[in-house]
């Protein structure tokens, strides 16, 4: 079979050498040396974007699956106002079960403390349901600044061709980078970052037991201080470090407690009230840019520059 095959691509690639060495002679027809020449600029081409120190499986993977990625981008782009419409319509709807065939219900077979407990958390709970779902909608998720030149970044993003400051990735369905950014949430139609961070535990926390599997997911990573997309990353660099054997330190991780104070915004005592009990439309700690701890951290590693 080898022997065929040899048979078959000599003659072929003795042309080619010729073909090749006439587009070298200045007597050759001009349409054989625009062949010569096209033929040579393509091998450049190729060799150019073949020779990258970030080429692998997971390049020829992403591009042999861009026009997938595209059209499922564009479809998903519209499914955020669909899922907003329904949970609007399923909160909805739940409320009015609840006033119409629950309330009645309890009023009868409940006692009186019973009732006062029951009545004072459930509209507690929708309070904080409907206006953090509402501040999550309507708060821009945080970009990165145009035209500025004075801040920090570390890589240039390959969708905008634009600088990216630490934590900063670009979100195939908005368009765009984000800061802080974690995932794309369709239920949300900002991509989940930075800004709307402290305006959405509290209606985590009030969906925790109908999304109990996602909750405990994103505990873990607030208990370590990584969002989804780092938690691929760091993997990925603990592993590389690993087998040169180094350990690798998250610049992010304040510790398992602190960690939760800068999620939820708590820098005083009564924070724990006035921001995770009630209503807050307070923003977090930095401006999404720049990555120092906060003062009251009580410990933190140094601070590096991370993708």
């Given at each position: 079979?080898r022997?065929?095959?040899?048979?078959?691509?000599?003659p072929?690639?003795?042309?080619?050498?010729?073909?090749?060495?006439?587009?070298?002679?200045?007597?050759?027809?001009?349409?054989?040396?625009?062949?010569?020449?096209r033929?040579?600029?393509?091998?450049?081409?190729?060799?150019?974007?073949?020779?990258?120190?970030?080429?692998?499986s997971?390049?020829?993977?992403?591009?042999?699956?861009?026009?997938?990625?595209?059209?499922?981008?564009?479809?998903?782009?519209?499914?955020?106002?669909?899922?907003?419409?329904?949970?609007?319509?399923?909160?909805?709807?739940?409320?009015?079960?609840?006033?119409?065939?629950?309330?009645?219900?309890?009023l009868?077979?409940?006692?009186?403390?019973?009732?006062?407990?029951?009545f004072?958390?459930?509209?507690?709970?929708?309070i904080?349901i409907?206006?953090?779902?509402?501040?999550?909608i309507?708060?821009?998720?945080?970009?990165?600044?145009?035209?500025?030149?004075?801040?920090?970044?570390?890589?240039?993003?390959?969708?905008?061709?634009?600088?990216?400051p630490?934590?900063?990735h670009?979100?195939?369905?908005?368009?765009?980078?984000?800061?802080?950014?974690?995932?794309?949430?369709?239920?949300?139609?900002?991509?989940l970052?930075?800004?709307?961070?402290?305006?959405?535990?509290?209606?985590?926390?009030s969906?925790?037991?109908?999304?109990?599997?996602?909750?405990?997911?994103?505990?873990?990573?607030?208990?370590?201080?990584?969002t989804?997309?780092?938690?691929?990353?760091?993997?990925?660099?603990?592993?590389?470090?690993?087998?040169?054997?180094?350990?690798?330190?998250?610049?992010?991780?304040?510790?398992?407690?602190?960690?939760?104070?800068?999620?939820?915004?708590?820098?005083?005592?009564?924070?724990?009230?006035?921001?995770?009990?009630?209503?807050?439309?307070?923003?977090?700690?930095?401006?999404?840019?720049?990555?120092?701890?906060p003062?009251?951290?009580?410990a933190?590693?140094?601070?590096?520059?991370?993708?």
């Open positions: 079979m022997g065929q095959r040899s048979l078959l691509l000599g072929a690639r003795l042309c080619l050498r010729l073909l090749l060495l006439l587009g070298y002679r200045r007597r050759c027809p001009p349409l054989l040396r625009g062949l010569v020449q033929w040579r600029y393509g091998k450049v081409c190729l060799r150019s974007l073949l020779y990258t120190s970030f080429g692998g997971d390049t020829a993977v992403d591009a042999a699956f861009e026009p997938v990625y595209w059209l499922v981008d564009n479809v998903i782009r519209w499914f955020g106002v669909v899922f907003v419409v329904l949970v609007i319509v399923l909160t909805g709807s739940i409320v009015a079960i609840a006033y119409l065939c629950v309330l009645p219900l309890i009868r077979t409940y006692s009186v403390p019973r009732l006062c407990w029951h004072f958390y459930s509209h507690w709970n929708l904080l409907v206006f953090h779902y509402y501040q999550a309507t708060t821009p998720p945080g970009y990165p600044p145009q035209g500025r030149n004075d801040i920090a970044t570390v890589s240039i993003c390959k969708k905008c061709i634009y600088p990216k630490a934590r900063t670009h979100c195939s369905i908005c368009n765009r980078c984000v800061l802080k950014m974690d995932h794309h949430c369709h239920i949300l139609p900002p991509a970052s930075k800004l709307p961070t402290s305006l959405r535990p509290s209606f985590l926390s969906v925790a037991l109908a999304l109990g599997a996602l909750t405990v997911w994103h505990a873990v990573l607030i208990s370590r201080g990584e989804s997309i780092e938690r691929h990353i760091n993997k990925k660099e603990r592993r590389r470090l690993q087998a040169k054997g180094r350990v690798f330190t998250n610049p992010y991780n304040y510790g398992c407690l602190d960690n939760w104070k800068v999620f939820l915004g708590v820098d005083t005592g009564r924070h724990w009230l006035t921001r995770v009990l009630l209503p807050s439309s307070h923003l977090p700690h930095g401006n999404g840019m720049s990555w120092e701890p003062p009251w951290v009580t933190h590693s140094a601070s590096v520059m991370a993708v």
